[in-house]
């Protein structure tokens, strides 16, 4: 009887393994997410993970309810299992919002896609994305609005396919309105979908207008209630002031630009394929990762092939009836309405490649569901392509090795050496990284006032030059002040610091004396702690 069932248990995992490939594929994604989180936080992610740890501005503008729905997730993870690590456990939040997005995702294409057809290549293809990767294994604020706008486009789509019914539509404006409360930048899809609501809704157009956008009430309700929290009055121009509040501090910025341009190009391919710096590091310490590149683009000849031939072969497909019906197109066409408007913001944001982090799943909406001829097994290799590529110069040497290292962490040298010698300065590659990290192991919001950008950075200030900081350099000399800084004789990965700056720092400190005082390891080598004199 034992060895009976022992025999069939691989044809019964064979089975639900061609019955539900879409689930494989979204379980496997999603256990990538959680087993490979960066250990090279952003310094916005340390940011908010030590404002969720200490509950200090846990409202912020930009993504108001990001913060609280993480020190809620925190909380009830600390009631179940004591001591977490709450930048740890904030990006298990986002893993498993991505994989909850990639269920969502699902859901939508069945309906879009025409019966029979497979949808898990697209799963992959999406899953995969750099942009997806990246976000799902760090605490930033892009992935929950992902999955909450989703939500509202599976449910206009049920509205759209599925009768016109206003229930769906109310939950599609409730969905996408909650969605900009996690990051305003999700106005673009709230606004794209009630653009289509307006162009495609039968009968009385104004009544589902109003019966979508009502829910979108609950943004400026939630945003008048968080004013009393930063002690601000309760008027018109506090609200708008606090709504827009890092345009007006100078920390979000728009315009339109060649370089702007550029860099949007830029960054939507990389929301697809990583492409940094440290990959020439990575392959002259890892030449194995060559072989990476190969399969890469043999899959990418192959996917190109196949879709040749779909191409050829498209008015079969149109002849055998595998098509999308018509109603499919309004959902179709409001998507890519939706696309482009976060693709314009994005660009007008200096082709911020955050705001790019949408892109896969609404392409997905808009080809899987328009283009029903394009082959599975194309979209299959494009998207194992960019899976084995993202891994192996994205997610596994983010995960394994320290690109770089402020030398902060609990009980560190410089740690301790920060906070017990005011009257040294420290002059630091990125400084706010410093600060953050600062932030999340003290529990001080107020960072040292002893820290401060390397001298690169440091003379772009205003009213500060070349000539005036080594006066002032000769001045903390001089009255007995120690100066450190870490922007000499790390190693020089090809970024974006790199390009821009070179090696100024260097040329900045020339004719100081200048003393190794400590080290930090990483992948490329040691990061030091230089002390000038």
Not at 56 to 74: D, F, R
């Amino acid at each position: 009887m034992m060895n009976s069932e022992f025999r069939s248990s691989p044809g019964r995992l064979r089975q639900f393994s061609i019955q539900n490939p879409e689930f494989i594929i979204i379980g496997l994604l999603t256990l990538v997410y959680l087993l490979l989180p960066t250990q090279n936080s952003t310094l916005d992610a340390w940011y908010y993970a030590a404002c969720v740890r200490h509950g200090h501005e846990l409202l912020l503008a930009h993504h108001l309810l990001y913060n609280p729905v993480g020190w809620l997730w925190v909380t009830a993870l600390r009631a179940v299992g004591g001591d977490v690590d709450t930048l740890a456990a904030l990006k298990v939040l986002n893993a498993l919002a991505a994989g909850g997005s990639l269920l969502v995702l699902r859901q939508l294409l069945r309906r879009l896609r025409p019966a029979g057809t497979t949808v898990w290549p697209w799963l992959l293809l999406v899953g995969a994305s750099f942009g997806v990767l990246r976000f799902a294994t760090e605490n930033e604020a892009y992935i929950l609005p992902v999955l909450l706008s989703l939500l509202g486009s599976l449910a206009w789509a049920r509205y759209q396919l599925g009768g016109w019914k206003l229930r769906h539509l109310a939950a599609a404006g409730f969905w996408a309105a909650l969605a900009c409360l996690f990051h305003q930048i999700h106005f673009c899809w709230w606004l794209g979908l009630l653009l289509g609501t307006a162009y495609y809704a039968p009968g009385a157009k104004l009544r589902a207008l109003l019966v979508y956008a009502l829910p979108a009430l609950l943004v400026p309700v939630a945003y008048v209630a968080t004013l009393p929290y930063w002690q601000q009055p309760l008027t018109v121009a506090a609200l708008w002031r606090f709504v827009f509040h890092d345009y007006y501090a100078g920390t979000a910025t728009g315009s339109v630009s060649g370089h702007g341009l550029l860099l949007s190009v830029v960054n939507l391919g990389r929301t697809f394929v990583q492409v940094h710096g440290s990959m020439l590091a990575l392959l002259r310490q890892y030449p194995a990762l060559g072989l990476v590149g190969l399969a890469f683009l043999g899959l990418l000849a192959y996917a190109g092939w196949l879709l040749g031939l779909g191409f050829r072969r498209r008015n079969q497909v149109v002849e055998s009836g595998t098509v999308a019906s018509a109603a499919v197109l309004p959902v179709v066409l409001s998507h890519l309405v939706v696309l482009g408007l976060q693709l314009l913001f994005a660009v007008y944001s200096e082709g911020n490649a955050e705001f790019m982090v949408m892109a896969p799943a609404l392409l997905t909406v808009v080809v899987a569901a328009g283009l029903p001829w394009l082959p599975p097994r194309a979209v299959a290799a494009l998207g194992l392509a960019l899976l084995g590529w993202n891994l192996a110069f994205g997610l596994v040497p983010s995960h394994y090795l320290r690109f770089a290292n402020t030398g902060i962490a609990p009980n560190s040298p410089l740690l301790g050496q920060i906070l017990s010698e005011p009257t040294s300065w420290f002059l630091l590659d990125n400084h706010n990284l410093t600060l953050n990290q600062l932030h999340y192991h003290t529990g001080r919001a107020e960072g040292p006032a002893n820290v401060l950008p390397a001298p690169t950075l440091l003379v772009q200030r205003p009213g500060q030059s070349p000539a005036r900081f080594r006066e002032w350099l000769r001045t903390q000399l001089r009255n007995g002040h120690r100066v450190f800084t870490t922007g000499l004789d790390g190693p020089q990965l090809l970024d974006r610091a790199q390009l821009v700056y070179g090696n100024q720092n260097a040329e900045l400190l020339r004719g100081f004396r200048t003393v190794k005082a400590d080290s930090f390891p990483t992948a490329f080598g040691p990061y030091y702690l230089t002390e000038i004199r």
